[in-house]
């Protein structure tokens, strides 16, 4: 069974950083993309970053380009969320995500549906 799981989420004053981790364990995937995702109260879940198996391809939403930085560790299963200048905008219930593929292809989803796999969100509260 898939199992992952975020931390590294808290409350940050505005202006601040926080690093959220995903760290994926029981599966036998050989290739995966990672995503994270956020969704504030009465909003639809939306993208945030995502991470091609090798960590060469990456894509962010606008509104976190320049800010924040996606990268990942295949060796501990882990991807990485680095936030920095956090401004209210940015609280939500972030959550990463996984989508296995074949090693033959490239696979970087930028969309809820292109994840099959998900974690149980970590909270990420930014005062002004």
């Known amino acids: 069974q898939v199992q992952l799981v975020e931390s590294g989420g808290g409350l940050v004053q505005a202006g601040g950083s926080l690093r959220l981790s995903c760290a994926a364990s029981g599966h036998t995937f050989s290739s995966y993309a990672m995503g994270w995702f956020r969704q504030a109260p009465g909003k639809e879940r939306e993208f945030v970053a995502s991470i091609s198996w090798s960590g060469g391809t990456t894509y962010y939403a606008d509104s976190v380009k320049g800010r924040f930085t996606i990268s990942r560790d295949n060796a501990k299963n882990t991807v990485y969320l680095q936030m920095n200048s956090l401004n209210p905008e940015d609280t939500a219930v972030y959550y990463c995500?996984?989508?296995?593929?074949?090693?033959?292809?490239?696979?970087?989803?930028?969309?809820?549906?292109?994840?099959?796999?998900w974690g149980q969100g970590t909270q990420v509260t930014v005062s002004s």
């Open positions: 995500a996984v989508e296995p593929h074949p090693d033959t292809i490239v696979v970087v989803p930028v969309g809820v549906e292109g994840y099959d796999y």
